[in-house]
């Protein structure tokens, strides 16, 4: 079997809950969205400058946040067995997120696997409220004009055969690049009205099911 580099999502790929949404919903000011959205669709205010807004009325310390989070958002089911099979066989994981590294290493502690390959933003969390601290993307994407995960991806990829798996509006540019692409949710609705061919999933043992199945039929 060829060498593979398994490019996963974090939240609501790697956690059952979208860890982001999760905060806002037990810290953030209710109903702050809403009010975002209409000058983020009409390109008033960019994603970012949302997002800083959104979490400023989080309130919350670190130690909080993360206790959400770990109560609320942990592991979906076989991830574990994922990282061990692809360790076992030498292939290559790694985590490209738009999400928070604190936040995406206390739940990777949690389960055990601190020692993976991240690439995130971060957020400062305090009671006066949360600032972000964005990651260096590089110029914008020129595909989606975006700071997207393409550039997080061909920081790590050494051209080994890709897998992505994702769930969600961050997934949609860089996940095309992959031979074997697994999705859920809205990345599942996005790729099937493109007509991109994908593996859907629910867990980490429907992945890892269809990665082993070609090694099986080819012993
Ligand atoms: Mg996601
Ligand atoms: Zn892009």
Not at 147 to 156: A, F, S, T
Not at 161 to 178: K, M, Q, T
Request: charged share 30%.
């Amino acid at each position: 079997m060829a060498r593979l580099f398994i490019a996963l999502d974090f939240d609501g790929t790697i956690t059952r809950r979208d860890t982001l949404h999760v905060i806002v919903e037990r810290f953030g000011t209710r109903g702050l969205w809403a009010q975002l959205e209409p000058l983020l669709r009409s390109g008033e205010i960019t994603i970012e400058e949302a997002m800083e807004r959104e979490f400023a009325s989080v309130r919350a310390t670190p130690e909080e946040v993360l206790q959400v989070v770990l109560d609320e958002a942990g592991v979906r089911p076989g991830f574990g067995e994922l990282v061990d099979w692809a360790r076992s066989e030498d292939h290559r994981l790694a985590v490209l997120s738009n999400g928070f590294r604190r936040v995406i290493d206390a739940v990777l502690a949690s389960a055990g696997l601190a020692h993976l390959p991240v690439s995130s933003h971060d957020a400062e969390f305090g009671a006066d409220g949360c600032r972000l601290v964005w990651a260096e993307r590089g110029v914008r994407c020129e595909h989606c004009e975006r700071h997207c995960k393409r550039h997080d991806l061909h920081g790590m990829w050494e051209g080994e055969e890709l897998v992505y798996v994702g769930d969600g509006i961050s997934d949609r540019c860089v996940a095309p690049l992959a031979d074997t692409i697994f999705a859920r949710a809205g990345l599942a609705e996005y790729l099937a009205g493109e007509d991109v061919p994908f593996v859907p999933f629910d867990d980490f043992h429907d992945v890892l099911d269809h990665l082993r199945g070609p090694v099986a039929s080819a012993a």
